[in-house]
Protein backbone atom coordinates (compact mmCIF):
# COMPACT_ATOMS: atom_id res chain seq x y z
CA UNK A 1 0.00 0.00 0.00
CA UNK A 2 2.96 2.48 0.88
CA UNK A 3 4.49 1.47 -2.25
CA UNK A 4 0.86 2.34 -4.10
CA UNK A 5 0.56 5.91 -1.87
CA UNK A 6 4.13 6.71 -3.15
CA UNK A 7 3.93 6.03 -6.20
CA UNK A 8 0.67 8.29 -6.91
CA UNK A 9 2.56 10.59 -5.47
CA UNK A 10 5.48 10.66 -7.82
CA UNK A 11 2.63 10.48 -10.81
CA UNK A 12 0.98 13.35 -9.00
CA UNK A 13 4.61 15.40 -9.16
CA UNK A 14 5.01 14.73 -12.80
CA UNK A 15 1.94 16.28 -13.88
CA UNK A 16 2.66 19.11 -11.19
CA UNK A 17 6.10 19.08 -13.24
CA UNK A 18 4.49 19.32 -16.92
CA UNK A 19 1.90 21.74 -16.19
CA UNK A 20 4.16 24.05 -14.72
CA UNK A 21 6.72 23.82 -17.51
CA UNK A 22 4.34 23.98 -20.02
CA UNK A 23 2.68 27.28 -18.42
CA UNK A 24 6.35 28.97 -18.11
CA UNK A 25 7.43 27.75 -21.37
CA UNK A 26 11.03 26.31 -20.03
CA UNK A 27 12.64 24.00 -21.76
CA UNK A 28 14.69 20.51 -21.47
CA UNK A 29 17.10 21.96 -20.05
CA UNK A 30 15.64 23.67 -16.77
CA UNK A 31 15.35 20.89 -14.08
CA UNK A 32 11.90 20.16 -12.58
CA UNK A 33 12.49 21.34 -8.95
CA UNK A 34 13.76 24.64 -10.54
CA UNK A 35 10.90 25.99 -12.05
CA UNK A 36 8.50 25.55 -8.89
CA UNK A 37 11.17 27.09 -6.24
CA UNK A 38 11.39 29.90 -8.82
CA UNK A 39 7.88 30.71 -8.99
CA UNK A 40 7.78 30.69 -5.19
CA UNK A 41 4.77 27.59 -5.74
CA UNK A 42 4.82 24.91 -3.30
CA UNK A 43 5.41 21.10 -4.69
CA UNK A 44 2.89 18.41 -3.78
CA UNK A 45 5.21 16.88 -1.46
CA UNK A 46 5.49 20.40 0.65
CA UNK A 47 2.06 20.70 0.49
CA UNK A 48 1.75 16.80 1.84
CA UNK A 49 3.86 17.90 4.49
CA UNK A 50 1.88 20.80 5.49
CA UNK A 51 -1.61 19.12 5.56
CA UNK A 52 -0.37 16.03 7.21
CA UNK A 53 1.58 18.66 9.89
CA UNK A 54 -1.41 20.62 10.47
CA UNK A 55 -4.05 17.60 10.88
CA UNK A 56 -1.45 16.68 13.82
CA UNK A 57 -1.03 19.61 15.33
CA UNK A 58 -5.09 19.83 14.72
CA UNK A 59 -5.74 15.92 16.35
CA UNK A 60 -2.89 17.07 19.66
CA UNK A 61 -4.68 20.20 20.47
CA UNK A 62 -8.44 19.08 19.84
CA UNK A 63 -11.15 18.22 22.86
CA UNK A 64 -11.00 14.50 22.26
CA UNK A 65 -8.13 13.07 24.20
CA UNK A 66 -8.16 9.35 22.14
CA UNK A 67 -6.84 11.76 19.26
CA UNK A 68 -4.10 13.40 21.13
CA UNK A 69 -0.65 11.71 20.34
CA UNK A 70 -2.28 9.43 17.54
CA UNK A 71 0.73 8.72 15.74
CA UNK A 72 3.99 8.35 18.74
CA UNK A 73 6.97 10.18 17.93
CA UNK A 74 9.87 7.99 18.16
CA UNK A 75 13.44 8.39 17.22
CA UNK A 76 13.23 4.78 15.47
CA UNK A 77 10.43 2.79 14.48
CA UNK A 78 10.67 -0.50 16.44
CA UNK A 79 9.92 -1.98 13.13
CA UNK A 80 11.89 0.03 11.25
CA UNK A 81 9.29 1.19 9.16
CA UNK A 82 8.78 5.18 9.01
CA UNK A 83 5.96 6.32 11.08
CA UNK A 84 3.19 8.73 10.40
CA UNK A 85 4.79 11.31 11.62
CA UNK A 86 7.80 11.49 9.90
CA UNK A 87 5.81 12.15 6.49
CA UNK A 88 5.94 15.89 8.81
CA UNK A 89 9.43 16.24 8.77
CA UNK A 90 11.48 17.54 5.61
CA UNK A 91 14.28 15.74 4.71
CA UNK A 92 17.91 16.93 4.77
CA UNK A 93 19.20 18.08 1.53
CA UNK A 94 21.32 16.06 -0.87
CA UNK A 95 24.27 17.91 -0.15
CA UNK A 96 24.95 17.14 3.70
CA UNK A 97 24.92 13.74 2.43
CA UNK A 98 27.53 14.49 -0.43
CA UNK A 99 29.31 15.94 2.17
CA UNK A 100 28.82 14.01 5.05
CA UNK A 101 30.15 11.07 2.86
CA UNK A 102 33.39 13.10 1.37
CA UNK A 103 34.64 13.63 5.03
CA UNK A 104 34.06 10.51 6.54
Given at each position: MARTLLH????????????LRM???????VL??????????????????????RMFDIADQGPNEFLRNIAPTHERSPSGRPLPREIT???PKLS???????LA
Open positions: IGKRIQAQQSIAIVGAGRYNDVIPRDLCIETVEEFIQRIARKTPYFIIHLA
